[in-house]
């Protein structure tokens, strides 16, 4: 059909002549409320951005001389934050000849990371950077 009957057939009907494929040969047209379209594209978006979410990263710091009480509370902090979302960032800082033992560290991230298991993954395991060893949690995926 030419341009000029389609825009003929657009105007009798009160709508517009939108082209969807300029670049095709020929160029695809569509005939639509054009306003309409606009205004049902932009509540689209704006449901798509409230509904968006932002992940956070939460910080939980241990000892490497931490209790058992105070691992089950840390421990619970994060179970928290996964339900929620969020991701969680583990760190241990070493203190003056803590720096001797990063094995004791590496213990206390692996018991961290066990006891989270069933609500977390590791995303990025311990590793020791200066006097801090980090480890990232992030929430297992809902089935």
Known sequence: MSAADA???AVEKDLD???I???AKPPVCKIMDYSKFRFEQSKREKDARRNRRTIETKEVRISLKIDTHD???KVGHAK???AAGNKVKVSIRFRGREMAHPQIGLDNMERFAQACEE???VEKAA???GRQMLMFLAPKAVK
């Open 80 to 82: 928290r934050f996964l």
């Open 71 to 73: 691992f089950d509370t």
């Open 21 to 23: 494929a300029p670049n």
């Open 7 to 9: 825009l003929k057939i």
């Open 17 to 19: 002549l939108v082209k």
């Open 127 to 129: 590793k020791l950077e």
């Open 119 to 121: 609500h977390a993954v």
